[in-house]
């Protein structure tokens, strides 16, 4: 399986401190226009004025932080964050590399083997697993397998026969 790691963009997004100073000037501007202070706006959020201050300046704050300091100004986080703003994510979603899981391939082929009959005999779960490796040279876990046969199970595909502490799998026609 692919891990997903960041890449470096390709595009320039916003400048986060941009928007972060862009947000605290519109936050200023209200708290101005409703003639409340920093240490005002702090003491009806209930955050030190430290932390009102830093919003002000641009400067690190939480998502929780910033809403707190709209409902003490009465305002709706759309308000603050009405300026003009370029808009460009880092990565296109084109990009991604795209996981690879072989779990749907096992279903798919299980259920073209129940189709084909192969289960009409009992089978267990290290027979599937050997068929996968001769015929689709896929190295399956037999817990993986395991788990989906039991799932076909649930699902009315196949039926299930414990033998000793072994799990058998069979289909049989509805006649």
Do not use: Q
Request: with cysteine; aromatic share 8%.
């Amino acid at each position: 399986m692919a891990k997903l790691k960041p890449t470096k963009p390709k595009s320039s997004p916003p400048n986060v401190n941009d928007v972060l100073k862009s947000v605290g000037k519109m936050v200023n501007t209200i708290m101005e226009a409703k003639g409340l202070s920093s240490e005002e706006v702090a003491y009806i959020a209930n955050l030190a004025p430290a932390t009102v201050k830093k919003i002000l300046a641009g400067t690190g704050s939480s998502l929780t932080t910033l809403i707190l300091v709209c409902v003490a100004l009465e305002m709706t986080p759309k308000e603050v964050f009405d300026f003009p703003m370029k808009l460009k994510p880092f990565n296109k979603l084109s990009t991604m590399p795209v996981k690879e899981s072989s779990r749907p391939k096992y279903k798919k082929y299980l259920l073209d083997l129940i189709r084909d009959g192969w289960f009409s005999e009992l089978k267990t779960t290290e027979e599937v697993c050997a068929y996968f490796i001769e015929k689709h040279k896929y190295n399956a876990e037999t817990k993986n397998l395991s788990s989906i046969l039991k799932r076909l199970v649930k699902g009315g595909h196949l039926y299930l026969k414990k033998i000793g502490r072994n799990n058998s799998f069979y289909y049989k026609k509805d006649t």
